[in-house]
């Protein structure tokens, strides 16, 4: 695992938009896994106006939504379908082939994830992955406890993600399940690399990069990618020992 330290999170969301754009260029038909929630969107917002402004050819590129809200409509602006719709469809104004996001109205949400498994085999498999990381140290929506051998699967969220959760949504939701790709994915995918600022974000940093690999805390899963980046601003890191 290697860790990365950018002076705050403007640095970070350019570092980590300049990969996307890097990556694009060298594999055009790349597929791109991303996280949403305040981390990753201005690494999102970023890598829609550079691939626009330095003419990248996005045409042939795939973009994959990392989790859902299981019963929360793409139309409310705190489900993470939204979030994509607005910083990187719509901008780049990607054709229907190029992304899949899961369905959080689906009344079969095994079906989803088997659709989602496909989707990511058939691409031959995920190039980059860029996530978040919780308050209770889950990524996506493996929430602690989750066995690491998972693929796409719905899950009963945490409380703390329930709780923190609203900070998404304008008016009150009732949030109850998410539905996510697996931390299995996650080890399989070519790169991973793990995002995170804010002092707020500097205690599950340290458990996920200096704690024991345990599925209690799922965030701990990067050390275990063979080539795991964990990219942090200063104040993320501030709690690290070394
Ligand atoms: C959201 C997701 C979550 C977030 C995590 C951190 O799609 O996958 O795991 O990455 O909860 O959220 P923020 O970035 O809002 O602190």
Redesign the pocket.
Known sequence: MQLKIYKNYQSLSAHISDEMIALIKHKPNAVICC???????LTCQLFAEKATTQKIDTSKFTFI????WVGIPSDNEGS?RY?FDSLVIKPLQLATSQFHFFNALSNDVVAECKTMDKFITDKGGIDLMI?????NG?????EPGVSFDNYSHFIQLDAT?IT??Q??FKDNVSLDKGI?IGLQHLVESKEVILI?NGLK?AAVIKTAVEGGLSNSFPATIIQKHPTGVVAIDEEAASLLSR
């Not at 949403?36 to 969107?41: A, F």
């Not at 996530?131 to 308050?135: F, N």
């Not at 889950?138 to 493996?142: D, K, P, S």
Request: with cysteine; aromatic share 10%.
């Open positions: 996280a949403s929630g305040d981390t990753p969107r939504g990392l989790d859902e993470c979030f996530v978040g990381i919780g308050m889950h990524i996506g929506f493996n993600t923190v959760g900070k998404y996510t995170a974000k």
